[in-house]
């Protein structure tokens, strides 16, 4: 079955920098569509960054833009997210998702149009 497996969250003073990567298993990388979103307590899940299935072409909230970025590497069925200039207000369980599609050049910023999501991982930002 499809997994998606985040990791590298953690606790990290403002200012600094995490690398989150979810690791997909169980379906053929290349044809997702990734994105990352988040959700803080109290708030609704939103969007953070999402990237094309072949990578490439990446869009990004505005709240992260300039501080965040998304890639993926299809030969390890991999997508990142790093993380720069951390803010408290960055703090948030975040989460990876995956997208099928035949559109090459499309990516996705609706958690409703993804297929599977991942677990979440912590992300901390103490002030």
């Known amino acids: 079955q499809v997994q998606l497996v985040e990791s590298g969250g953690g606790l990290v003073q403002a200012g600094g920098s995490l690398r989150l990567s979810c690791a997909a298993s169980g379906l053929t990388f290349s044809t997702y569509a990734m994105g990352w979103f988040r959700q803080a307590p109290g708030k609704e899940r939103e969007f953070v960054a999402a990237i094309r299935r072949s990578g490439g072409s990446t869009v990004a909230a505005d709240s992260v833009k300039g501080r965040f970025t998304i890639a993926r590497d299809n030969t390890k069925n991999t997508v990142y997210l790093q993380m720069n200039s951390l803010k408290p207000e960055d703090t948030a369980v975040y989460y990876c998702?995956?997208?099928?599609?035949?559109?090459?050049?499309?990516?996705?910023?609706?958690?409703?149009?993804?297929?599977?999501w991942g677990q979440g991982t912590q992300v901390t930002v103490s002030s």
């Open positions: 998702a995956a997208k099928k599609t035949y559109l090459t050049s499309s990516y996705y910023t609706r958690g409703q149009d993804y297929d599977y």
